[in-house]
T-cell receptor
Framework: AQKITQTQPGMFVQEKEAVTLDCTYD???????LFWYKQPSSGEMIFLIY??????QNATEGRYSLNFQKARKSANLVISASQLGDSAMYFC??????????????FGAGTRLFVKA | KAGVTQTPRYLIKTRGQQVTLSCSPI?????VSWYQQTPGQGLQFLFE???????NKGNFPGRFSGRQFSNSRSEMNVSTLELGDSALYLC??????????????FGQGTRLTVV
């Protein structure tokens, strides 16, 4: 069964420092996609970064990078040079295909990040 | 390009009533998914539609239903509301066929409160 685990309910980081948000996943499908989303207090989910299961290199998007360790089934998000506006809930998600032909995305429980001035 | 639009943003309903939530995807997107978000259960998948067909359904009772129209707009309906249905309902749209590498664009959600 699909499963996404985010073991850090809350994290604190000092402004301008880097922070790593952990995510592990479980799937038997060789083809899947891993995503990170940010959810500010307004409620909207904002896409941050994507990593495909066949991608050889770790994904990067500006200050965001994804530390993909396939053998360990982990997809940690690294935010460099944290900013006060990074304070939000962060969700790790995995998408894979189904035998029925559809697709399903499941989300982890989330990590709430607090950036301190 | 307009983003995903969900209406209404806020809704208060009484137990036993029914409710319909609407989602207009990004222009050109044909895949629409719905999620329920609660503090206790987190984000849970409700259903996914593509070209007016439900491709996948989450583990929710039959009181939760949805549909997609030919213009890709989608609605979800919850009948016989229960207090536990109080949640933020998020809609996400995706371009094309919605493969494993498909990024989902979310709306701001509809916050439903059942009293």
């Amino acid at each position: 069964a699909q499963k996404i685990t985010q073991t850090q309910p809350g994290m604190f980081v000092q402004e301008k420092e880097a922070v790593t948000l952990d995510c592990t996943y479980d799937t038997s499908d060789p083809s899947y996609g891993l995503f990170w989303y940010k959810q500010p207090s307004s409620g909207e989910m904002i896409f941050l970064i994507y990593q495909g299961s066949y991608d050889q290199q770790n994904a990067t998007e500006g200050r965001y990078s994804l530390n993909f360790q396939k053998a360990r089934k982990s997809a940690n998000l690294v935010i460099s040079a944290s900013q006060l506006g990074d304070s939000a809930m962060y969700f790790c998600a995995m998408r894979e295909g189904l035998r029925t032909g559809g697709f399903k995305t499941i989300f982890g429980a989330g990590t709430r990040l607090f950036v301190k001035a | 390009k307009a983003g995903v639009t969900q209406t209404p943003r806020y809704l208060i309903k009484t137990r036993g009533q029914q409710v319909t939530l609407s989602c207009s995807p990004i222009s050109g997107h044909r895949s629409v998914s719905w999620y329920q978000q609660t503090p206790g259960q987190g984000l849970q998948f409700l259903f996914e539609y593509f070209s007016e067909t439900q491709r996948n359904k989450g583990n929710f009772p039959g009181r939760f239903s949805g549909r997609q129209f030919s213009n890709s707009r989608s609605e979800m309906n919850v009948s016989t509301l229960e207090l536990g249905d109080s949640a933020l309902y998020l809609c996400a749209s995706s371009p094309g066929g919605g493969g494993v590498n498909t990024e989902a664009f979310f709306g701001q959600g509809t916050r439903l409160t059942v009293v």
